[in-house]
């Protein structure tokens, strides 16, 4: 499949309200679990042995060393020892390295094996409440194989956020990226509605949101997000609504297919906040309505762009 080839699956599995994961173990053990992640956010697996670490002095704990691979220096994160297992060194000697690309940050992640690719539709897809400690949840939806076992989905930006943090957002320069900007009264009086499953990023969007005083309220799926609207007495209030893409029960494609369908939803500015970042992902929101999009490593401008949008549609109202 080639990289355009490859780009299209993807934006077209999300707009059907599906994904393809890639399932593996962290253990060979038979009782090991299953986890899996996005097919589109990995590169390929790669044998551990055959590629040397170079140890960093003095970093994270979770954080092996780096691994050149293609002329590209890649740091390989311990996950296993995130989920709170040690592999005997015999077995760290049969691991793999995942290669993954987050936000165009690439990373290596120490797993046993790549079991299958499976596709789902997001409905498949369920939000473990008993897995969410707080903010401290690493578990972020699951879903069953063929033989009924359990396939565990991970808060991947968790791990990214614990252990290289200045790849993430940086919640402090969101106030700052508001300065010269005139708030509408809507936006200052309203709430925001924001569909997220991961808990790293509801916690930065709730920090931005804070920090500038904006009213928001945060769903874990875009499902739950949608029957709310529904319910709504006054949908047109609503100030922006926020969607990521990928998520358990309703992905943001479907959320924007809704919402841009019901007349009484249409005007609302809707904002995708992803890590799905390719110009196809782009271009099948705008094609379904979607007002902006914005990466979710630079969502300290999230509030600036929403300023943006709501000014649009509301010059689109004016008379002609």
């Given at each position: 499949m080639s990289l355009l080839e490859h780009v299209d699956a993807a934006t077209n599995l999300a707009k059907n309200n599906e994904v393809q994961l890639l399932v593996f173990k962290i253990d060979a053990a038979e009782e090991s679990p299953y986890y899996a992640i996005n097919v589109f956010k990995t590169r390929e697996v790669v044998e551990s042995k055959r590629h040397h670490l170079t140890q960093i002095p003095g970093a994270h704990p979770l954080l092996e060393g780096t691994i050149v691979l293609r002329e590209l220096q890649i740091p390989i994160l311990n996950l296993p020892?995130?989920?709170?297992?040690?592999?005997?060194?015999?077995?760290?000697?049969?691991?793999?390295?995942?290669?993954?690309?987050?936000?165009?940050?690439?990373?290596?992640?120490?797993?046993?094996?790549?079991?299958?690719?499976?596709?789902?539709?997001?409905?498949?897809?369920?939000?473990?409440?008993?897995?969410?400690?707080?903010?401290?949840?690493?578990?972020?939806n699951d879903t069953r194989l063929d033989d009924g076992s359990l396939c565990l989905v991970l808060d991947y930006e968790k791990l990214l956020a614990d252990v290289i943090p200045q790849a993430m957002v940086n919640v402090d320069n969101a106030t700052k990226a508001l300065h010269n900007l005139a708030m509408p009264d809507k936006l200052k009086h309203g709430v925001v509605l924001i569909a997220e499953d991961s808990k790293t990023a509801q916690r930065h969007l709730r920090q931005i949101f804070e920090h500038a005083h904006v009213g928001f309220q945060i769903f874990n799926n875009g499902r739950d997000l949608v029957e709310f609207i529904a319910r709504?007495?006054?949908?047109?209030?609503?100030?922006?609504?926020?969607?990521?893409?990928?998520?358990?029960?309703?992905?943001?494609?479907?959320?924007?297919?809704?919402?841009?369908?019901?007349?009484?939803?249409?005007?609302?500015?809707?904002?995708?906040?992803?890590?799905?970042?390719?110009?196809?992902?782009?271009?099948?929101?705008?094609?379904?309505?979607?007002?902006?999009?914005?990466?979710?490593?630079?969502?300290?401008?999230?509030?600036?762009?929403?300023?943006?949008?709501?000014?649009?549609?509301?010059?689109?109202?004016l008379p002609r």
């Open positions: 020892r995130w989920l709170g297992v040690e592999l005997a060194e015999d077995k760290r000697k049969l691991s793999n390295l995942l290669i993954c690309d987050f936000n165009g940050i690439v990373i290596g992640i120490r797993i046993m094996f790549a079991y299958r690719v499976i596709k789902k539709n997001w409905n498949e897809m369920h939000s473990p409440d008993s897995y969410r400690l707080g903010d401290d949840g690493l578990v972020i709504h007495p006054d949908p047109a209030s609503i100030p922006a609504i926020i969607t990521d893409i990928e998520m358990p029960e309703m992905s943001g494609f479907t959320v924007i297919q809704s919402l841009k369908a019901n007349p009484l939803t249409k005007s609302i500015p809707i904002i995708v906040n992803s890590s799905m970042t390719g110009d196809n992902n782009k271009r099948e929101a705008a094609s379904l309505g979607a007002n902006g999009f914005i990466d979710k490593t630079k969502s300290e401008n999230i509030l600036a762009l929403i300023i943006e949008k709501m000014d649009e549609e509301s010059t689109k109202l």
